[in-house]
């Protein structure tokens, strides 16, 4: 009985090793964050995004995907409409080197070079990992956030955070088994320090350095009152990449079989 359950078993992974396929790509686009400097506009951009990925489809229509991406986002009090903002004169950048794993669905079967579909519509879900520091100018240099504990912290915030990728996007087989993609992707993350701000402006005596109070309070005059509103208490932070990408499909005979 065994041995039949593990003949079976054989058979079925043969098969399914064999209708599946690989893809490999990479592109470019922009980034941008939303948070306390950036609360209301979902389509900032504010810099560049690069990725490289690696697909496993099961089929034309469920895959999974392995990516490393880069992003550069940031945002700046002093650009904003709101006269509370502009007082409160903070801002930061902060470097995204994104690690993740997601699942994608396509809405039509999808076969490059072997399907009858030259393009299909499609959403994705996953999990992800990156490193984060944020960061700000002063007089010139760039000066590290987290370990000056701007809001009081006892601790630094960690520098490594979880993200939630989802999305959508469209993919377009432009010739042969190349893949032309376009998608817009959030990232649901575990903090609400990728811009430095969350809660109240700290006292001053608190703080452990004087540069901790002058990127603690940069309004004019250093006027904030402490233990009032600094940030929103959004919790958490998000940020966004928008890429264009081209990929390569290794399609196996069996696919063009299944068209």
Known sequence: ?????????????????????????????????MGDLNQHNPLQISGVSLTGFLKYNFNGYLSVKGALNYAKIGAADSTSNNAYHRQRNLDFHNTIKEASITGEFNFMHYIPDAGKNKFTPFVFVGF??????????????????????????????????????????????????????GDLGYRYTSTDYLDDVSGWYADPATLQSDLARRLADRSPGQTATPKTQRGNFRTPDMYLMFNISISYTFVTEKCYYER
Request: no cysteine.
């Open 128 to 181: 992800g990992v990156t490193p984060h520091a944020p960061r700000t100018k002063l007089n010139d240099s760039e000066i590290g956030l987290r370990k000056l504990r701007t809001e009081g912290q006892e601790k630094q915030y960690p520098n490594y955070i979880m993200a939630i990728p989802f999305g959508a996007g469209i993919k377009y087989n432009i010739g042969g088994k190349f893949n032309l993609i």
């Open 1 to 33: 009985m065994l041995k039949r359950l593990l003949t079976i078993l054989f058979i079925f992974l043969t098969a399914f090793a064999h209708a599946q396929t690989w893809e490999i790509g990479g592109g470019v686009g922009g980034a941008g964050y």
